[in-house]
């Protein structure tokens, strides 16, 4: 039966083989192309660490990822959108210019005696022009119009015709309490300065928690690299007791069954050293993703080799400096500052819209009349004369400021009992006293994330010590175990016992002294900024 079902499963495979031969067949062209263009892209990729090696210590790291990280690239980019975007606000109050040109003629029936004749024709030609323009000091607007006009008619009642007709008029409107401060439109280019301002900090933000990503993947790629040391060592003890065994169970001192544990142990350190490449690769490539900008950087297919070593830091740390440092330097506390100041450009804002609308308005306006003077013997009459002129005429009127207009008026606006602007601005008042206990909230954790990291950085450096002693002890009781062992006062059970003992310790402190550099990164980088771009609220 063990048989029959051997060979069963011996043909299985060649019968669905020849079925998905069969089936292979009867596939579409078209999708034969799509796979091979498929495997033709995915060929195209480079594959990370298979170019040459290439040595990086941790300053170009950082150079390489402040010039190439696309996360920073982006945000780059932040400051920009809110340039044009305060641009297109300040286009406001930017000067418009208007013309106007028209030309018309109508054509009238005559329907009382007043109107100069059986039927009157009308022709009207206007040319306009003016500029209009709101003044960002002040919140005032000005217009300035200079309209001319010339008119034809048949009627026998015009006394000049054809009429040329000039006007000069200027006009400033000036709000004297709310808008004169501050209005909508000069709220919202003030909070996209101060957003720019935080674009800047976000920027900043990015660039520090990149740094200090990249010294922490630096540290954690020399970490792999001298891990994978340790172990190919521990690998080499391991064989060499198998072949020191072989040997003397060759010689007859040692009996066969005792070489099974330093082969055992062997083969252990071989699947630690498997992990430990592939821990290597990884570490690698976590790298690489911060200093590189895409699959076709020379570094993508680089094989890294960090030619920095961590060395102990046993400088005392200044606690009340670094707190002080970092409520000075951090961009989230910054970043939470010129938020605070949107909140007051809002709450003045909402301040402003609680007072009385009062408005002075100014307008002086010159004008002047031109053209063919008719005199008649009577209404309707007979023309007994005629004085020739033109739109000069009406020019000379209006530079001699013959005919002038001038007007001032105050519009006042006030609303009865409590406004809707009134209960907004108390609300916001109550928001602005919660958002300062937020900013002091922000500051206390701050100081709380320094003190942390300087006491993570104390209790490294104790562990740093222990483990260094703990290395060097078990590298004396290897040694000695071996001794034993040469000598045949000890097993091959303590000497493997050591071995693990001492690639265990070596671990240890490679760690500890690990965790001591990324601790002072972690220091550096709670000075300046964190990890989130966390803020306090923003009053609306």
């Known amino acids: 039966m063990r048989i029959l079902r051997h060979r069963f499963l011996i043909g299985l495979p060649a019968f669905m083989l020849a079925a998905a031969t069969a089936g292979a067949q009867t596939i579409d062209s078209g999708i034969t192309d799509l796979l091979a263009q498929a495997t033709a892209r995915l060929n195209a990729i480079q594959t990370p660490g298979t170019g040459p090696s290439a040595d990086l210590t941790l300053e170009d790291a950082i150079a390489r990822a402040l010039d190439r990280n696309l996360d920073i ?63 960002q000091w002040g919140g005032g607007s000005y217009q300035l119009n200079f309209n001319n006009s010339r008119s034809a008619s048949t009627s026998f009642f015009q006394g000049f015709n054809p009429s040329y007709r000039s006007t000069f008029q200027v006009s400033y409107t000036q709000p ?19 957003n720019r301002d935080i674009a800047d900090i976000d920027l900043r933000q990015t660039m520090t928690n990149t740094v200090s990503s990249v010294r922490n993947a630096y540290w954690d790629l020399v970490y792999a690299n001298q891990t994978l040391a340790v ?19 060759e010689i007859g001192t040692l009996a066969p069954i005792d070489i099974v544990q330093a082969q055992s142990e062997a083969a252990a350190r071989r699947q630690t050293l498997a992990q430990a490449e592939q821990n290597l690769a990884t570490a690698e490539l976590v790298l690489k993703q911060l200093i590189v900008d895409g699959t ?14 961590p060395t102990v830091a046993t400088d005392p740390i200044d606690l009340q400096a670094a707190i002080r440092a970092a409520l000075d330097e951090r961009t989230d506390l910054a970043r939470s500052r010129r938020q605070l100041d949107i909140n007051n450009v809002n709450l003045s804002a909402m301040r402003n819209n609680t007072l009385p609308s009062v408005d002075l308005v100014g307008s002086y306006q010159l004008q002047g009349q031109g053209g063919t003077r008719i005199n008649r013997s009577g209404l309707g009459g007979g023309v007994l004369d005629t004085i020739p002129g033109g739109i000069t005429d009406a020019f000379n009127q209006l530079f001699d400021a013959a005919f002038p207009v001038w007007s001032v008026q105050l519009n006042v606006s006030y609303p009865l009992g409590q406004s809707a602007a009134d209960a907004a601005y108390a609300r916001a008042r109550i928001q602005v006293q919660q958002v300062q206990a937020q900013l002091r909230q922000l500051e206390l954790q701050v100081a709380t994330e320094v003190t942390n990291a300087v006491v993570q950085i104390q209790a490294i450096e104790r562990r740093i010590e222990a483990a260094s002693a703990a290395r060097e002890l078990a590298a004396e009781q290897l040694a000695a175990e071996q001794s034993r062992f040469e000598a045949g006062l000890s097993t091959n059970f303590f000497v493997v016992q050591a071995q693990r003992d001492l690639a265990t310790a070596q671990d240890t402190e490679l760690r500890a ?28």
Do not use: C
């Open 176 to 194: 004297l309490l709310r808008g004169f401060s501050i209005d909508s439109n000069r709220q919202q280019i003030q909070v996209t300065r101060i």
């Open 513 to 540: 002294i690990l965790d001591q550099q990324k601790a002072l990164v972690e220091l550096d980088r709670v000075q300046r900024t964190s990890l989130s771009g966390a803020g306090i609220s923003i009053v609306q």
């Open 73 to 135: 690239a982006v945000e780059r980019l932040n400051p920009q959108v809110i340039d044009l975007s305060l641009a297109q606000q300040l286009s406001v109050y930017r000067p418009s210019v208007n013309s106007t040109f028209s030309n018309s003629s109508r054509t009238n029936p005559s329907s009382t005696q007043l109107d100069g004749g059986e039927s009157v024709v009308s022709d009207t030609a206007t040319f306009n022009g003016g500029i209009d323009q709101a003044v």
């Open 296 to 309: 076709d950087d020379e570094f993508w297919t680089a094989t890294l080799n960090p030619v920095d070593l």
């Open 231 to 249: 172990q190919q060592q521990a690998l080499e003890l391991a064989e060499s007791l198998v072949r020191d065994n072989q040997a003397r169970v």
